[in-house]
């Protein structure tokens, strides 16, 4: 079983839709939960990152992390075009903390 | 602040060559790392460093991977002899911190070995 799982989509919406982007890990010992986004031929940039469980806001995206069900989530509203790539989680322990795992990656399109 | 930066961008060998990328930090970051990216996966440390010592190299394989950062700055990672499951993008992120979670990550160089 991978550390960290990720539905690798492809996901295809509307401008304007609200999108969900999931992942789920086995390793309860993570404490730092990242969301990292991954245009084309580019190197992954940091979204937003939460520290244990609970829920981060920041503009239109939402983190939320349930450490209780090993389950993570970035809501995405009102998509637009430019939200269009890949989008990957990655996690790590708190002690430790020096390696990230990262899932698979789920590629989003949003269309016009 | 300027970004992480990597070369090439591109690289094609043939199998069983050898393959060398550079990447250089964002200043004053003393946390360099390497990650494999294959296609359709999330990146897979290689190698880390906390300013020209290395913290964690257990998925580098040693047999053909070497990596290096010279006075604490910028990284070359080698390949010697490339085989085709080296094709991927690598990608060089830095960090102020070892640990922190704001990595910042270089554009990658892609590798295709044939």
């Known amino acids: 079983q991978k550390e960290v799982e990720q539905d690798p989509g492809p996901l295809s919406v509307p401008e304007g839709a609200i999108v969900s982007l999931n992942c789920t890990y086995s390793?309860?010992?993570?404490?730092?939960f990242m969301w990292y986004r991954q245009y084309s031929r580019k190197g992954p940039e940091l979204l937003m990152y939460t520290y244990s469980s609970g829920n981060k806001e920041d503009g239109r995206f939402t983190a939320q992390v349930d450490k209780s069900s090993k389950y993570i989530s970035l809501f995405i509203r009102d998509s637009q075009p430019s939200d269009s790539a890949t989008y990957l989680c990655?996690?790590?322990?708190?002690?430790?903390?020096?390696?990230?795992?990262f899932g698979t990656g789920t590629s989003l399109t949003v269309i016009p | 602040e300027a970004g992480v930066a990597q070369s090439p961008r591109y690289k094609i060998i043939e199998k069983r060559q050898s393959v060398a990328f550079w990447c250089n930090p964002i200043s004053g970051h003393a946390t360099l790392y390497w990650y494999q990216q294959i296609l359709g996966q999330g990146p897979k440390l290689l190698i880390q460093f906390q300013n020209n010592g290395v913290v964690d190299d257990s998925q580098l394989p040693k047999d053909r991977f070497s990596a290096e950062r010279l006075k604490g700055v910028d990284s070359t990672l080698k390949i010697q002899p490339a085989k085709l499951e080296d094709s991927a993008v690598y990608l060089c992120?830095?960090?102020?911190?070892?640990?922190?979670?704001?990595?910042?990550f270089g554009p990658g160089t892609r590798l295709l070995v044939l």
């Open positions: 992120a830095s960090s102020y911190i070892a640990g922190g979670e704001t990595q910042y």
């Open positions: 990655a996690m790590k322990e708190e002690n430790t903390g020096n390696q990230f795992y």
């Open positions: 390793n309860s010992a993570f404490q730092y």
